[in-house]
């Protein structure tokens, strides 16, 4: 397991903005099939009007959207590896998803897709997915009033359930007999960019739901430091399993900046159309890494 960092590839430039940077080239790594897992980032957005965060990173990697990212034309997977958009694309994601597993019951909804997919996938196979952001809100309010045992406890029901689903993902013979499998994942971005300031500056208002516990103005890092710390220790037990820095490529680009340089929705917690192409680019910088 590695963390590929989306700013630092032999292709491209120094650039300020991840979202502007197209490799130009296609992954020699050829996959047959792609499974999407993981939350609303990997599935359908927030379930409200979506023409704001349309097209997701997901479909923009199989098939670009010539009209709107014409720089990245020739750049998916359907045109570099002749893949068929709908045949050879298996989504199991599903929007509010958590790899949390608890000792009461709690069943992590990640490892609940992994074990769904189908036996037999026509390889290599590559897996694509999001996850974190929803088990990271679940367990906000432990962080704020200082609930050290309760927070750890969430941390390591997270670690739990995720290292399960790599697990399952990567195991011999999960997907036929002699079946590559690489898993690319991202770990989990910070809406305020570490500040601990939830303020969605393009409308001047307050960030909605648990954001609001946060108090304004009190660092962020320490706390999310350890969720993606753990995820990447988890990560690197499972080969084949690859963490992509999503909390990096969002470096300037949180809910307190100006809607020209903001890649979140309007509710702070989901990316926008531009928060996705980003996320494409992170992705297809991965594929293009893997041998």
Not at 190 to 214: I, M, Y
Request: proline share 5%; with cysteine; aromatic share 8%.
């Amino acid at each position: 397991m590695c963390i590929r960092d989306s700013a630092s590839t032999s292709n491209d430039a120094a650039v300020a903005d991840a979202g502007n940077v197209t490799p130009k080239v296609c992954p020699t790594s050829v996959h047959k099939t792609i499974v999407v897992v993981g939350d609303s980032i990997s599935d359908v957005g927030s379930g409200e009007t979506r023409a704001e965060q349309e097209p997701f990173y997901r479909t923009l990697l199989v098939k670009n959207d010539d009209e709107r990212h014409a720089d990245w034309t020739g750049y998916d997977l359907a045109t570099c590896w002749k893949l068929d958009a709908k045949k050879a694309v298996v989504k199991a994601s599903v929007g509010g998803a958590i790899a949390t597993e608890k000792a009461d019951g709690q069943r992590s909804i990640l490892v609940e897709q992994a074990k769904s997919l189908p036996t037999a996938l026509e390889g290599p196979v590559l897996v694509v997915g999001t996850i974190g952001g929803n088990d990271l809100l679940s367990g906000l309010t432990n962080v704020v009033f200082g609930n050290t045992e309760k927070a750890k406890a969430d941390l390591d029901a997270y670690v739990s359930g995720f290292g399960a689903a790599m697990a399952e993902l990567t195991k011999p013979g999960r997907f036929g007999a002699g079946v590559k499998v690489d898993v690319l994942i991202t770990n989990i971005f910070d809406p305020s960019d570490g500040t601990g300031r939830f303020r969605f500056t393009p409308e001047d208002r307050k960030c909605a739901g648990a954001f609001q516990l946060w108090p304004e103005g009190q660092p962020t890092e320490p706390s999310l430091v350890q969720w993606n710390s753990a995820m990447t220790a988890e990560a690197a037990k499972y080969p084949g399993v690859a963490l992509l820095d999503l909390k990096a490529i969002y470096k300037g680009h949180d809910v307190n900046q100006p809607a020209e340089t903001n890649w979140f929705y309007k509710d702070c917690i989901h990316p926008n159309s531009a928060g996705h192409h980003a996320i494409r680019t992170l992705f297809w910088k991965g594929i293009v890494g893997l041998k």
